[in-house]
């Protein structure tokens, strides 16, 4: 199996993020916190449209994870000054538990080495067990917790977590 990451950078691109998004978070998300939630968020951050402006206006830079030339998941990150913020890391049901996400955490830290940024931060839903038991097998540690307001009632009850990067 050979994974490829990959910088999105055209509007065909950002479709395959979406489509992806489409798939991948009703699967994963909507046993933790209800289809209705999770429309609404796919609604508000996983359009082609609002990916497009995630990435020209706020700073967000997305990544297509390809394992065997077929895309099955993508990475959302912030490069800030001290850190890199990892906003979205999904992939595809069917190709979890074989690596990928660890080559994408590899990926990730090379990144930081890059940029000269000590840590990966995150925020993980507090109820998906499944992500925060891989996080910790990553390396990645709890240092927190935060509720963010997403709107029409909404909430994303997350723990805060990071992996420190070693330089090299």
Same mark, same amino acid.
């Given at each position: 199996?050979?994974? @490829?990451?990959?910088?999105?950078?055209?509007? *065909? @691109?950002?479709?395959?993020?979406?489509?992806?998004? %489409?798939?991948?978070?009703?699967?994963?998300?909507?046993?933790?916190?209800?289809?209705? #939630?999770?429309?609404?968020? /796919? =609604?508000?951050?996983?359009?082609? %449209?609002?990916?497009?402006? #995630?990435?020209? @206006?706020?700073?967000?830079?997305?990544?297509?994870?390809?394992?065997?030339?077929?895309?099955?998941?993508?990475?959302?990150?912030? $490069?800030?000054?001290?850190?890199?913020? /990892?906003?979205?890391?999904?992939? /595809?049901?069917?190709?979890?538990?074989?690596?990928? +996400?660890?080559?994408?955490?590899?990926?990730? %830290?090379?990144?930081?080495?890059?940029? +000269?940024?000590?840590?990966? !931060?995150?925020?993980?839903?507090? @109820?998906?067990?499944?992500?925060?038991?891989?996080? $910790?097998?990553?390396?990645?540690?709890?240092? =927190?917790?935060?509720? !963010?307001?997403? +709107?029409?009632?909404?909430?994303?009850?997350?723990?805060?977590?990071?992996?420190?990067?070693? *330089?090299?």
């Amino acid at each position: 199996m050979e994974v @490829q990451i990959i910088k999105v950078t055209t509007s *065909p @691109q950002v479709d395959v993020v979406a489509r992806l998004a %489409k798939t991948i978070w009703p699967d994963h998300y909507s046993p933790i916190i209800g289809r209705d #939630q999770v429309d609404y968020m /796919l =609604g508000k951050y996983q359009t082609p %449209k609002t990916i497009l402006a #995630q990435m020209d @206006q706020e700073g967000n830079s997305y990544f297509l994870i390809y394992s065997d030339f077929v895309p099955v998941g993508y990475i959302g990150i912030i $490069e800030k000054h001290n850190e890199l913020f /990892l906003s979205k890391l999904y992939i /595809l049901s069917t190709e979890r538990g074989k690596g990928i +996400g660890h080559a994408a955490i590899d990926f990730l %830290k090379a990144k930081c080495r890059e940029i +000269g940024a000590p840590y990966i !931060t995150l925020t993980v839903n507090k @109820q998906n067990l499944n992500s925060i038991c891989a996080y $910790e097998k990553l390396g990645f540690e709890n240092y =927190g917790e935060v509720v !963010t307001d997403i +709107g029409k009632g909404y909430v994303m009850d997350d723990y805060l977590m990071r992996l420190r990067i070693s *330089p090299r």
